[in-house]
């Protein structure tokens, strides 16, 4: 499992590593790894000159720069070094590697006369640009001609390598520091000692690109335990299980997709859709009124009216097309007061942020909950706003599970699941082709179907949102997208993957 940690965790495993190692021995692992990583990238070049440029900033990150600079160019690549720095106020061991460099071939760009060495920069013709300005330390935005050699480096069509962390980026967060937003948006980030959550998230999607982990051999013992991971298979295996023989569509539950107001009727089809496709045995669409007799396109799905409906289900979906009447909130709490797993979603969350009562009534359940927001709706939830809910999204995520005693899914860039006891998870897959109307119902039909079948709560969701992201993912990969990409596409390709996982297990 990919465990992630925070920046002041990674300062705690590298003190400690480095009071029981000879000083400097990680930042030449660190310079090594990325050497090693750099001429895997070069190799790939069809630029026969590779010339690289290296941006070696005034902390360790510079330091692991300066280091990788000295092994390419004795390695007999030709390596240009711009220091960013102050050099009297580089680290004692960013100075040893500096020494190193200076003894190399390295060839150091004029960085006393910068305006004219950033045009320099811009002209040229690079196989491959190195980012080890700023790392995990950075508090300030980047400014001045910091901010327009970012702007410069941002236009290149090379590959892009990060050391660490992107330049700009919060490696906590996700969020870019400063308001101007200026980062370094990387093709590939090698990050040392561990994985951080700020690289999955919010902005750092955008610009950590690949993100490769080495962790510079630091013994195991040095790492506390965490309670954050990358999202992964890994993470609900166990609930991965061939179906068999002799069973039937009772033994793989039922499921209560409700919803569907005047003008939004296709939301709960689309839920349901998704259900059966994930493996619901039998699934129901229940409209406040009025409902179809049935879907021409999935005939499989039932039709109710929610006052000739039984609520005492295996699993109900509350939500998708909901709308906010009155009826609408008699629902959402007839849904809550269910002795039954349930998902909340869309509407029925707004219902539950202009509703004290209601939402105490939710906090206060024993059966399984998962709620769904989008920022927007978790903004509501928590009387904030959806600026501070992205500022701190797993902080976010975390409040929204405590408040509710649920499972969160904080969906974005990068969404984030947190469960009532502060267990976090960060999602890797999925792109923009999620950035369409329908998409939340089609998540909340495959959580609920997963649940319906047996699987715990917090490995249906986690489950849940990898497969929807990876179908997006496929999609993408055959063209399908993310420009265009409609929810209705997902289900099929849910269904894919999540056979293959299974077969793959077994």
């Known amino acids: 499992m990919n465990a992630l940690y925070s920046i002041d965790a990674i300062r705690t495993i590298e003190r400690s590593a480095l009071a029981d190692l000879p000083k400097g021995t990680l930042m030449q692992r660190a310079g090594s790894e990325a050497a090693s990583l750099a001429m895997h990238m070069l190799a790939k070049s069809a630029d026969t000159k590779k010339e690289v440029l290296v941006l070696a900033g005034p902390g360790n990150n510079g330091g692991d720069a300066l280091e990788m600079a000295t092994i390419l160019a004795n390695d007999g690549v030709a390596v240009s070094v711009l220091l960013v720095a102050n050099r009297k106020k580089q680290s004692e061991e960013a100075i040893l590697a500096r020494k190193k460099a200076v003894k190399s071939p390295v060839h150091w760009e004029d960085a006393l006369s910068l305006k004219t060495t950033l045009e320099s920069i811009r002209s040229k013709k690079w196989a491959l640009v190195v980012d080890g300005m700023f790392g995990i330390g ?23 390598l990060a050391l660490d962390v992107p330049s700009g980026l919060n490696a906590n967060t996700g969020n870019i520091v400063g308001k101007e937003e200026i980062a370094v948006h990387a093709t590939d980030t090698i990050t040392f000692i561990a994985d951080k959550p700020g690289l999955h998230t919010r902005k750092g999607r955008d610009c950590a690109g690949r993100v490769h982990v080495v962790t510079l051999d630091v013994d195991r013992k040095y790492f506390p335990e965490t309670r954050c991971w990358l999202n992964s298979p890994d993470l609900f295996e166990s609930c991965l299980k061939p179906r068999p023989e002799d069973s039937h569509k009772g033994s793989y539950g039922r499921i209560a997709i409700v919803g569907g107001t005047q003008g939004m009727s296709g939301a709960p089809v689309l839920a349901a ?4 496709f994930s493996g619901a045995g039998l699934c129901y669409a229940i409209y406040l009124k009025n ?20 609520f005492a289900t295996d699993v109900i979906v509350t939500g998708p097309g909901l709308g906010k009447s009155g009826a609408a909130r008699d629902i959402v709490i007839k849904t809550i007061e269910a002795h039954t797993p349930i998902v909340l979603d869309a509407d029925a969350l707004n219902i539950l942020s202009e509703n004290g009562a ?14 769904t927001p989008h920022p927007l709706e978790a903004a509501r939830l928590l009387k904030t706003t959806s600026d501070v809910i992205q500022a701190n999204r797993l902080e976010a995520a975390r409040e ?3 408040r509710f005693k649920a499972v969160a899914v904080l969906k974005g860039s990068g969404t984030v699941i947190a469960s009532p006891d502060g267990k976090t998870v960060i999602n890797p897959t999925g792109n923009p082709a999620l950035a369409t109307a329908g998409t939340g119902d089609v998540l909340s039909g495959i959580t609920g179907a997963l649940i319906a079948q047996g699987w715990p709560a917090w490995e249906a969701t986690l489950a849940a949102v990898w497969l929807h992201g990876k179908a997006a993912d496929t999609l993408a990969l055959r063209r399908h997208g993310p420009i265009g990409t409609v929810a209705g596409e997902l289900a099929p390709e849910v269904r894919l993957h999540l056979n293959l996982l299974i077969e793959r297990k077994a």
Not at 141 to 148: C, D, E, F, I, P
Not at 273 to 276: P, T
Request: with cysteine; charged share 25%.
């Open 138 to 160: 950075l508090k300030e935005a980047l400014t001045g001609n910091r901010q327009k050699l970012v702007e410069i480096v941002n236009t290149f069509k090379c590959p892009i």
């Open 273 to 276: 859709k998704a259900a059966l």
């Open 291 to 310: 409902p179809p007799a049935y879907d021409p396109v999935s005939p499989e799905i039932m039709f109710r009216a929610a006052h000739q409906f039984d």
């Open 358 to 371: 209601i939402a105490q009534m939710l906090s206060e359940r024993d059966s399984p909950t998962i709620i």
């Open 400 to 402: 929204l599970a405590r």
